[in-house]
Protein backbone atom coordinates (compact mmCIF):
# COMPACT_ATOMS: atom_id res chain seq x y z
CA UNK A 1 0.00 0.00 0.00
CA UNK A 2 1.56 3.24 -0.58
CA UNK A 3 2.16 6.15 1.89
CA UNK A 4 0.39 9.57 0.64
CA UNK A 5 0.10 13.05 2.65
CA UNK A 6 -2.26 14.05 4.07
CA UNK A 7 -3.98 17.49 5.29
CA UNK A 8 -3.52 17.17 8.54
CA UNK A 9 0.18 18.65 9.05
CA UNK A 10 2.12 15.95 7.29
CA UNK A 11 0.47 12.76 8.88
CA UNK A 12 1.01 10.07 6.74
CA UNK A 13 -1.59 7.51 5.79
CA UNK A 14 -1.41 4.50 4.04
CA UNK A 15 -4.15 3.92 0.47
CA UNK A 16 -6.04 1.23 0.57
CA UNK A 17 -7.47 -0.66 -2.86
CA UNK A 18 -10.59 0.74 -2.19
CA UNK A 19 -13.46 0.14 -4.66
CA UNK A 20 -12.82 -2.68 -7.62
CA UNK A 21 -13.07 -1.26 -11.53
CA UNK A 22 -15.96 -3.05 -11.45
CA UNK A 23 -17.55 -0.93 -8.66
CA UNK A 24 -16.52 2.26 -9.34
CA UNK A 25 -18.14 1.65 -12.95
CA UNK A 26 -21.34 1.06 -11.69
CA UNK A 27 -21.13 4.24 -9.20
CA UNK A 28 -20.47 6.18 -12.67
CA UNK A 29 -23.47 4.67 -14.15
CA UNK A 30 -25.41 5.41 -11.03
CA UNK A 31 -24.84 9.04 -11.19
CA UNK A 32 -26.46 8.96 -15.02
CA UNK A 33 -29.15 7.03 -13.98
CA UNK A 34 -30.13 9.26 -11.13
CA UNK A 35 -30.44 12.04 -14.00
CA UNK A 36 -32.46 10.38 -16.32
CA UNK A 37 -34.44 8.68 -13.53
CA UNK A 38 -37.91 10.59 -13.76
CA UNK A 39 -38.82 9.49 -17.08
CA UNK A 40 -39.77 5.73 -16.66
CA UNK A 41 -40.02 5.61 -20.71
CA UNK A 42 -36.22 6.29 -20.51
CA UNK A 43 -36.20 3.35 -17.59
CA UNK A 44 -37.67 1.02 -19.75
CA UNK A 45 -35.69 1.45 -22.75
CA UNK A 46 -32.51 1.72 -20.42
CA UNK A 47 -33.07 -1.75 -18.76
CA UNK A 48 -33.84 -3.30 -22.23
CA UNK A 49 -30.55 -1.50 -23.54
CA UNK A 50 -28.81 -3.23 -20.65
CA UNK A 51 -30.21 -6.78 -21.50
CA UNK A 52 -29.38 -6.03 -25.04
CA UNK A 53 -25.84 -5.20 -24.30
CA UNK A 54 -25.75 -8.38 -22.12
CA UNK A 55 -24.04 -11.83 -23.76
CA UNK A 56 -24.85 -15.64 -23.43
CA UNK A 57 -26.57 -16.83 -20.25
CA UNK A 58 -26.79 -13.68 -19.23
CA UNK A 59 -28.61 -11.89 -22.00
CA UNK A 60 -31.10 -15.39 -21.88
CA UNK A 61 -31.80 -14.90 -18.74
CA UNK A 62 -32.24 -11.24 -18.61
CA UNK A 63 -35.02 -11.34 -21.38
CA UNK A 64 -36.58 -13.86 -19.29
CA UNK A 65 -36.46 -12.28 -16.40
CA UNK A 66 -37.55 -9.20 -17.61
CA UNK A 67 -40.89 -10.57 -18.94
CA UNK A 68 -41.48 -12.44 -16.00
CA UNK A 69 -41.26 -9.58 -13.43
CA UNK A 70 -43.39 -7.41 -15.87
CA UNK A 71 -46.23 -9.89 -16.72
CA UNK A 72 -45.97 -10.65 -12.86
CA UNK A 73 -46.13 -7.02 -10.86
CA UNK A 74 -47.09 -4.65 -14.19
CA UNK A 75 -46.89 -2.09 -11.88
CA UNK A 76 -43.86 -2.34 -11.35
CA UNK A 77 -41.57 0.15 -13.30
CA UNK A 78 -38.12 -0.94 -15.09
CA UNK A 79 -35.33 1.34 -15.05
CA UNK A 80 -31.60 0.31 -14.35
CA UNK A 81 -29.57 0.61 -11.39
CA UNK A 82 -26.05 0.58 -10.93
CA UNK A 83 -25.67 -0.37 -14.50
CA UNK A 84 -28.46 -3.37 -13.61
CA UNK A 85 -31.89 -3.85 -15.05
CA UNK A 86 -33.97 -2.74 -12.08
CA UNK A 87 -37.73 -2.72 -11.17
CA UNK A 88 -39.42 -0.12 -8.92
CA UNK A 89 -42.29 0.81 -7.18
CA UNK A 90 -42.51 4.61 -6.43
CA UNK A 91 -39.43 5.80 -7.17
CA UNK A 92 -37.76 2.83 -5.20
CA UNK A 93 -36.26 -0.19 -5.95
CA UNK A 94 -37.76 -3.51 -5.45
CA UNK A 95 -35.80 -6.16 -7.39
CA UNK A 96 -32.81 -5.96 -9.70
CA UNK A 97 -30.97 -8.76 -12.13
CA UNK A 98 -27.02 -8.56 -11.69
CA UNK A 99 -25.07 -10.29 -14.62
CA UNK A 100 -22.71 -13.22 -13.66
CA UNK A 101 -20.20 -10.65 -16.42
CA UNK A 102 -20.44 -7.42 -14.39
CA UNK A 103 -18.62 -7.94 -10.96
CA UNK A 104 -16.98 -11.41 -12.65
CA UNK A 105 -19.10 -14.14 -10.55
CA UNK A 106 -19.69 -17.96 -11.73
CA UNK A 107 -23.19 -17.13 -11.66
CA UNK A 108 -25.69 -13.91 -11.73
CA UNK A 109 -28.44 -13.11 -9.34
CA UNK A 110 -32.00 -11.62 -8.51
CA UNK A 111 -32.44 -9.09 -5.83
CA UNK A 112 -34.28 -8.03 -3.38
CA UNK A 113 -34.04 -4.40 -2.19
CA UNK A 114 -35.31 -3.61 1.45
CA UNK A 115 -38.28 -2.23 -0.60
CA UNK A 116 -38.90 -5.46 -0.94
CA UNK A 117 -42.25 -7.12 1.19
CA UNK A 118 -40.17 -10.46 1.52
CA UNK A 119 -39.99 -10.06 5.17
CA UNK A 120 -40.15 -13.79 6.83
CA UNK A 121 -39.05 -13.83 10.62
CA UNK A 122 -36.34 -12.45 11.66
CA UNK A 123 -34.05 -13.69 8.56
CA UNK A 124 -34.45 -14.33 4.92
CA UNK A 125 -32.68 -14.44 1.52
CA UNK A 126 -32.59 -10.84 -0.55
CA UNK A 127 -30.58 -12.69 -3.34
CA UNK A 128 -30.95 -15.46 -5.37
CA UNK A 129 -28.22 -17.03 -7.75
CA UNK A 130 -30.04 -18.05 -11.21
CA UNK A 131 -27.69 -20.15 -13.65
CA UNK A 132 -30.87 -21.14 -15.42
CA UNK A 133 -34.68 -21.02 -14.99
CA UNK A 134 -36.47 -24.27 -15.21
CA UNK A 135 -40.46 -24.05 -15.07
CA UNK A 136 -40.27 -24.25 -11.05
CA UNK A 137 -38.00 -21.70 -10.90
CA UNK A 138 -40.29 -18.98 -13.17
CA UNK A 139 -42.94 -20.10 -10.58
CA UNK A 140 -41.13 -19.47 -7.87
CA UNK A 141 -39.90 -15.81 -8.88
CA UNK A 142 -43.23 -15.29 -10.01
CA UNK A 143 -44.16 -15.60 -6.48
CA UNK A 144 -41.15 -13.72 -5.15
CA UNK A 145 -42.59 -10.59 -7.09
CA UNK A 146 -45.96 -10.69 -6.45
CA UNK A 147 -45.01 -11.19 -2.78
CA UNK A 148 -42.12 -8.53 -2.80
CA UNK A 149 -45.02 -5.81 -4.33
CA UNK A 150 -47.72 -7.08 -2.29
Known amino acids: MAERKTANKGVTATASKGFSAEERAAMKERVKEQKRAADKAV ?76 DEGAVWPTEFAVKELTAADEARIVALVKKAVS
Open 43 to 118: GESDALAKIAEMTGTDRVLGKRLHAIIKASAPNLSATTWYGMPAYTKDGKVVCFFKTAKKFNTRYATLGFSDAANL
